[in-house]
């Protein structure tokens, strides 16, 4: 239905600059925070979504067009396989 759940949100590549904030929600005995809260560490640090293009406002920005989504690393907007708990190549 095209619905979607916003668990987090972070500025990307936002660490080291004046927009250094991120914000998770978490729902009670789920843990589900967890996952959502180094999902925006890494958007902060400058990882993009596994499968998307190169962010144009970081210089020299890779990508992560060769990890696919489906992959389901931490920054893959899926996550019920065992690859939630690593980062895939694109994010490192």
């Not at 005995?29 to 406002?57: I, N």
């Amino acid at each position: 239905d095209g619905s979607y759940y916003l668990l987090g949100y972070a500025f990307l590549g936002g660490a080291c600059s004046s927009m250094n904030v991120g914000m998770v929600e978490d729902s009670p005995r789920s843990f589900r925070g967890t996952f959502s809260f180094v999902h925006e560490v890494g958007h902060m640090l400058g990882s993009v979504h596994d499968g998307d293009q190169a962010d144009t406002e970081i210089k020299d920005h890779p990508g992560a067009l060769s990890c696919p989504e489906s992959d389901e690393y931490i920054m893959s907007s899926i996550s019920t396989s065992h690859n939630r708990h690593h980062f895939s190549k694109c994010s490192s």
